[in-house]
């Protein structure tokens, strides 16, 4: 997993692992207008779990 600013993978933020629960904290300089997303890089398919659990969340909070 990787978070992606502009639809570039932020290579210092990426997480892989083949199995499990995947957690992790960023801190991010962003711009005003910048577009994040989570996103599969890892080469193998991801499988998310089904409703009514989390498949995948991204909390986001804004520092001064």
Same mark, same amino acid.
């Given at each position: ?15 892989? *692992?083949?199995?499990?629960?995947? &957690? ?7 711009? $005003?207008?910048?577009?994040? %997303?989570?996103? @599969? *890089?890892?080469?193998?398919?991801? &499988? ?7 498949g $995948?969340?991204?909390?986001i %909070?804004?520092? @001064?």
């Amino acid at each position: 997993m990787s978070i992606t600013i502009n639809g570039v993978p932020e290579a210092s933020k990426s997480i892989v *692992t083949p199995v499990g629960e995947v &957690t992790g904290t960023a801190i991010l300089n962003l711009n $005003a207008g910048d577009v994040i %997303t989570l996103r @599969n *890089t890892f080469f193998a398919p991801l &499988t998310l779990a089904l409703a009514p659990t989390k498949g $995948a969340k991204m909390d986001i %909070t804004k520092k @001064n």
